[in-house]
T-cell receptor, first 113, second 119 residues
Framework: AQSVTQLGSHVSVSEGALVLLRCNYSSSVPPYLFWYVQYPNQGLQLLLKYTTGATLVKGINGFEAEFKKSETSFHLTKPSAHMSDAAEYFCAVRDFGNEKLTFGTGTRLTIIP | GAVVSQHPSRVICKSGTSVKIECRSLDFQATTMFWYRQFPKQSLMLMATSNEGSKATYEQGVEKDKFLINHASLTLSTLTVTSAHPEDSSFYIC???????????????FGSGTQLSVL
């Protein structure tokens, strides 16, 4: 069964600093990979996804993630953090042809003014 | 964007009572809805998948008689936690999609969740 590991349940960065949220998956076959963001009192929103093709994918709000098959990773980055980026971030994977998502435990991102 | 409304956002109940959670797709017809639960510091775990007009498919280890799911219309699915106990206290989240979830992952929309506390 698929598993997703998000290192660091809490990450704090200063405003303007680099954001790096880590995600590793367990599948030996490259799955579909996703990052979701959840703002307080709101549902999860799709931030970006990797299915096939270019391994560096860009999402909303300046976020991007790079699929690295050799490292089974899909880390999320943003060059310069903004206060509005404070939220909970979830990495998720899905095998090809499977409708089910497997989520990581989430990382709460705090932005320090 | 599409909106999924989940109600209530928070509920506290006594042990032994039943609690109903509603999940509504406000601006699209949801052919498939998913129910998840999340314990503190753990990941969202899929409980069941429901398709309109048919019985829900439960994940292994989820008691179907305890977690009753009804998807009677294309805009509403309900999760009823029957005879709730303190161990059922958790965060429950629904998601809905208007199309084939296997090929339209971008069109998977989530509710804001329900925090259930059983005393």
């Amino acid at each position: 069964a698929q598993s997703v590991t998000q290192l660091g349940s809490h990450v704090s960065v200063s405003e303007g600093a680099l954001v790096l949220l880590r995600c590793n998956y367990s599948s030996s076959v490259p799955p579909y990979l996703f990052w979701y963001v959840q703002y307080p009192n709101q549902g999860l929103q799709l931030l970006l996804k990797y299915t096939t093709g270019a391994t560096l994918v860009k999402g909303i709000n300046g976020f991007e993630a790079e699929f690295k098959k050799s490292e089974t990773s899909f880390h999320l980055t943003k060059p310069s953090a903004h206060m509005s980026d404070a939220a909970e971030y979830f990495c998720a994977v899905r095998d090809f042809g499977n409708e089910k998502l497997t989520f990581g435990t989430g990382t709460r991102l705090t932005i320090i003014p | 964007g599409a909106v999924v409304s989940q109600h209530p956002s928070r509920v506290i109940c006594k042990s032994g009572t039943s609690v109903k959670i509603e999940c509504r797709s406000l601006d699209f017809q949801a052919t498939t809805m998913f129910w998840y639960r999340q314990f503190p510091k753990q990941s969202l775990m899929l409980m069941a998948t429901s398709n309109e007009g048919s019985k829900a498919t439960y994940e292994q280890g989820v008691e179907k008689d305890k977690f009753l799911i009804n998807h009677a219309s294309l805009t509403l699915s309900t999760l009823t936690v029957t005879s709730a106990h303190p161990e059922d206290s958790s965060f429950y989240i629904c998601s809905a999609t208007p199309g084939d979830p296997a090929t339209n992952i971008e069109k998977l929309f989530f509710g804001s969740g329900t925090q259930l506390s059983v005393l």
